[in-house]
């Protein structure tokens, strides 16, 4: 069964800094896709970033990238110059037929 | 233009009720889901819709009904409402194939709160 799990619950970042959020999955399938998804306060979902599983190359979009590590079902959501909006629950999804959610990391970023 | 609206966005009711949340999504795509995200913030699949077909119905009280009149559209209603229904139900639409990755687009929620 495919399951996703994040274990960290909370983490927390300097304004400035980077922080990488950690997400690992299990599946016996080799095409897929992983996402990652930010949850503010407003509780509106918005997509951060995406990987399909058969491109070697980490997506990165602006100060958002990921560590996907395909042999060992990891896929780390890295944040550089990490800005107070950027506060937030943060989901790591993956998608083979239908999708599978994380548990969430709540991120703080200090001032 | 929003591109998967539902309504309402709060809802109080007192355990017992019956009500609805309507979903629309005007970006074509062929597969809408629910999801229940509970107070520790779980995302929980409720049901999913493709092409107004009923394709994927996770273990849910049948006082859970969705009704999809079209593939644009797809309602959540609850009958009898308990205190355990609480929770923020987001609408989501996708649309797969070979050149989509298929990412979930979500409605901005429904806070349900039942008395």
């Known amino acids: 069964a495919q399951t996703v799990t994040q274990s960290q619950p909370e983490m927390s970042v300097q304004e400035a800094e980077t922080v990488t959020l950690s997400c690992t999955y299990d599946?016996?399938?080799?095409?897929?896709?992983l996402f990652w998804y930010k949850q503010p306060p407003s509780r509106q979902m918005i997509l951060v970033i995406r990987q399909e599983a058969y491109k070697q190359q980490n997506a990165t979009e602006n100060r958002f990238s990921v560590n996907f590590q395909k042999a060992a079902k990891s896929f780390s959501l890295k944040i550089s110059d990490s800005q107070l909006g950027d506060a937030a629950m943060y989901f790591c999804?993956?998608?083979?037929?239908?999708?599978?959610f994380g548990t969430g990391t709540s991120l703080t970023v200090i001032p | 233009d929003t591109a998967v609206s539902q309504t309402p966005k709060y809802l109080v009711t007192q355990m017992g009720n019956d009500k609805s949340i309507k979903c629309e999504q005007n970006l074509g795509h062929d597969t809408m889901y629910w999801y229940k995200q509970d107070s520790k913030k779980f995302l929980k699949i409720m049901f999913s819709y493709n092409n107004k077909e009923l394709i994927i119905n996770e273990t849910v009280p049948n006082r859970f009904s969705p009704k999809s009149p079209d593939k644009a559209h797809l309602n959540l209603h609850i009958n009898s409402l308990e205190l355990g229904d609480s929770a923020v139900y987001f609408c989501?639409?996708?649309?797969?194939?070979?050149?989509?990755?298929?990412?979930?687009?979500f409605g901005e929620g429904s806070r349900l709160t039942v008395l």
């Open positions: 989501a639409s996708s649309q797969w194939g070979a050149t989509n990755t298929g990412e979930l687009f």
């Open positions: 999804a993956y998608r083979f037929n239908q999708f599978y």
């Open positions: 599946t016996s399938e080799s095409d897929y896709y």
